[in-house]
């Protein structure tokens, strides 16, 4: 089974400051990663992505995450925060060898930017 | 040129009635998604189909049936709509399981359902 963490329901951080934004996953097997991000009364944008080929990704808007398979970690970071990055973020597990190719998304993590 | 859109956006019933949203996807893709997000934001699969076939039917009541006339579309009917059935529904699209990739899954613009 695969599953995943997001480590804080809420964030909240200034406007100029790092954002990191924690996801640990659960899988059996080798997995695909995602970010992807919710504004409100949006729909879903993906972020970013993970499918084995380099740890380091980086996605749009200044967003990047790291794999780090020892740690089953996938953290989202961003080096500076914009008042505009304030949204819901879900980090999402897909297996690749799977017929199913369902996504599992983790419980989300409300970004809050302050001025 | 939207790539998966959704209809209605706004959907408000009584308990009881019998509603359809749908959902249509213009990349060409072969595998399409129905998600439900609760109140909490919490994001579950519902179906799965791959070429017009269902691969994914989740725990869902049988009062949910998805149909899908042809691979652009997955629209999903909902009868007997309960006070629970609250939520926004989002409907997903990705490229064919032969084609490999990552399962990148483009998603629609969601259909908030209230049942009153």
């Known amino acids: 089974a695969q599953s995943v963490t997001q480590l804080d329901s809420h964030v909240s951080v200034s406007e100029g400051t790092p954002v990191l934004l924690r996801c640990n996953y659960s899988s059996s097997y080798s997995p695909s990663l995602f970010w992807y991000v919710q504004h409100p009364n949006k729909g879903l944008q993906l972020l970013l992505k993970?499918?084995?080929?380099?740890?380091l990704v980086k996605g749009i808007n200044g967003f990047e995450a790291e794999f780090k398979k020892s740690e089953t970690s996938f953290h989202l970071t961003k080096p500076s925060a914009h008042m505009s990055d304030a949204a819901e973020y879900f980090c999402v597990v897909s297996l690749l060898h799977t017929g199913s190719r369902a996504l599992t998304f983790g419980s989300g993590t409300r970004l809050q930017v302050q001025p | 040129d939207t790539a998966v859109s959704q209809t209605p956006k706004y959907l408000v019933t009584q308990m009881g009635n019998d509603k359809s949203i749908k959902c249509e996807q213009n990349l060409g893709h072969d595998t399409m998604y129905w998600y439900k997000q609760d109140s909490k934001k919490f994001l579950k699969i519902m179906f799965s189909?791959?070429?017009?076939?269902?691969?994914i039917n989740e725990t869902v009541p049988n009062r949910f049936s998805p149909k899908s006339p042809d691979k652009a579309h997955l629209n999903l009917h909902i009868n007997s709509l309960e006070l629970g059935d609250s939520a926004v529904y989002f409907c997903?699209?990705?490229?064919?399981?032969?084609?490999?990739?990552?399962?990148?899954?483009?998603f629609g613009p969601g259909t908030r359902l209230t049942v009153l």
């Open positions: 997903a699209s990705s490229p064919s399981w032969a084609a490999g990739g990552s399962n990148e899954q483009f």
């Open positions: 189909y791959n070429n017009k076939e269902l691969i």
């Open positions: 993970y499918t084995s080929a380099a740890t």
